[in-house]
């Protein structure tokens, strides 16, 4: 119950590990606010979990639909969500989305999606977060959901890695200029997942078999093995951290092809 009564908006919070934070915040005592899109039915399963999440039956959760890379939205979903709520105390930036495609052959409409979604989203909500933060007093917490491909290039996905590059400097940047009003901000980067939006690989063996062959500890990661690092980041036990990523991949980001040495020397 490390989290019992602050107030939690998650974007992208209807599926995966968006789904899994608002489901563990829950369990911790948080009221949560469920941010979605489109597909209403798997916003309302999730709402459906999450209250079933809850131990003593304390908190509350709420829907609310806005596209986070439309400010218009972005602004609607806040006021809504601090006039449910009475204030705000911890926004999860989770909402991301990737199209593979050989970069020579990126439209331009594809690109500005992933980048609207992935870091202008977060800056958008990032922004009311803060606004907020520094009107009521008593600092914040902001959490984005980044990717091993912050630091790991990703061939055919372009957009979606330097969407997750710039998320590592929109963590830092915003650290440093508001550590001073109380405001942490951190990212997670999470490595394989099995979440849906990898179900091309989960759902073949030898495709995943692949996948799990580059990770040092031979698996991917369950969602709510990276929900429990956005519990830890939200709570007061990471209260002297920020402005950095924690990479929960299971040593994808250790450069895994040196397990054996290859290298010259004896």
Same mark, same amino acid.
């Not at 040092?216 to 402005?243: C, H, K, N, Q, W």
């Given at each position: 119950?490390?989290?019992?009564? *602050?107030?939690?908006?998650? @974007?992208?919070?209807?599926?995966?590990?968006? /789904?899994?934070?608002?489901?563990?915040?829950?369990?911790?005592?948080?009221?949560?606010?469920?941010?979605?899109?489109?597909?209403?039915? /798997?916003?309302?399963?999730?709402?459906?979990?999450?209250?079933?999440?809850?131990?003593?039956?304390?908190? *509350?959760?709420?829907?609310?639909?806005? $596209?986070?890379? /439309? /400010?218009?939205?972005?602004?609607?979903?806040?006021?809504?969500?601090?006039?449910?709520?009475?204030?705000?105390?911890?926004?999860?930036?989770?909402?991301?989305?990737?199209?593979? @495609?050989?970069?020579?052959?990126?439209?331009?409409? $594809?690109?500005?999606?992933?980048?609207?979604?992935?870091?202008?989203?977060?800056?958008?909500?990032?922004?009311?977060?803060?606004?907020?933060?520094?009107?009521?007093?008593?600092?914040?917490?902001?959490?984005?959901?980044?990717?091993?491909?912050?630091?790991?290039?990703?061939?055919?996905?372009?957009?979606?890695?330097?969407?997750?590059?710039?998320?590592?400097?929109? @963590? *830092?940047?915003?650290?440093?200029?508001?550590?001073?009003?109380?405001?942490?901000?951190?990212?997670?980067?999470?490595?394989?997942?099995?979440?849906?939006?990898?179900?091309?690989?989960?759902?073949?063996? *030898?495709?995943?078999?692949?996948?799990?062959?580059?990770?040092?500890? @031979?698996?991917?990661?369950?969602?709510?093995?990276?929900?429990?690092?956005?519990?830890?980041?939200?709570?007061?036990?990471?209260?002297?951290?920020?402005?950095?990523?924690?990479?929960?991949?299971?040593?994808?980001?250790?450069?895994?092809?040196?397990?054996?040495?290859?290298?010259?020397?004896?």
């Amino acid at each position: 119950m490390k989290l019992k009564g *602050k107030n939690i908006l998650i @974007t992208g919070a209807s599926s995966g590990i968006g /789904q899994a934070i608002a489901v563990r915040f829950a369990r911790e005592g948080a009221n949560v606010a469920i941010n979605y899109r489109s597909g209403a039915a /798997q916003a309302e399963a999730t709402q459906a979990m999450v209250r079933s999440a809850r131990t003593n039956g304390t908190g *509350k959760e709420m829907l609310v639909q806005a $596209d986070v890379s /439309q /400010q218009d939205q972005v602004r609607a979903m806040f006021a809504g969500v601090i006039d449910s709520f009475g204030s705000l105390d911890v926004l999860v930036n989770n909402a991301g989305i990737q199209k593979p @495609t050989a970069s020579h052959e990126i439209e331009v409409e $594809d690109f500005d999606r992933v980048l609207g979604v992935n870091l202008r989203g977060p800056f958008l909500c990032a922004r009311e977060a803060i606004r907020h933060f520094l009107a009521r007093g008593g600092g914040g917490v902001i959490l984005n959901n980044s990717s091993v491909h912050e630091i790991i290039p990703k061939p055919k996905y372009l957009s979606y890695s330097i969407s997750k590059g710039g998320m590592e400097n929109l @963590t *830092k940047s915003l650290a440093l200029e508001y550590a001073g009003q109380g405001i942490r901000v951190n990212a997670v980067g999470p490595g394989a997942v099995v979440t849906p939006i990898n179900k091309a690989w989960i759902d073949s063996p *030898k495709a995943r078999g692949d996948v799990e062959s580059h990770i040092p500890m @031979t698996r991917a990661a369950a969602a709510d093995e990276i929900a429990s690092v956005f519990a830890f980041l939200a709570s007061d036990d990471a209260s002297y951290i920020t402005g950095q990523t924690i990479f929960a991949c299971g040593g994808l980001t250790l450069y895994p092809e040196f397990r054996v040495a290859w290298s010259s020397g004896e």
